[in-house]
Nanobody
């Protein structure tokens, strides 16, 4: 079992950037795929981006592709989500997730508590 904790959220103006980080602790010796999902008020949680344990495979949602970049540092047990050209529709709570395999949805075993990202002028 692992524990996940996100950081890096905040308030940013449209067109701005943020970098989210997710630190994993616990049984991190196991190989986990990692992902970022988000949930806006009144909406279902949705997949944003995912990365395989090796980092060799990455997936992005249509809205994230070209603007967001997911990376991981296994030696530090950290996963990042670099977000550029943020827009008001990106406002949501962003969650880090981990699972045995990469999933294009929200089918992950472990979740962090989330970090708020607000894009507003």
């Amino acid at each position: 079992q692992i524990q996940l904790n996100e950081s890096g959220g905040g308030l940013v103006q449209p067109g701005g950037s943020l970098r989210l980080a997710c630190a994993a602790s616990g049984h991190t010796s196991k190989t986990y795929a990692m992902a970022w999902c988000r949930q806006a008020p009144g909406k279902d949680r949705e997949f944003v981006s995912g990365i395989s344990w090796s980092g060799g495979t990455t997936f992005y949602s249509t809205s994230a592709k070209g603007r967001f970049t997911i990376t991981r540092e296994n030696a530090k047990n950290i996963v990042y989500l670099e977000m550029n050209n943020l827009q008001p529709e990106d406002t949501a709570v962003y969650y880090c997730a981990a699972g045995a395999s990469l999933d294009f949805g929200t089918n992950y075993d472990y979740w962090g508590p989330g970090t708020q990202v607000t894009v507003s002028s």
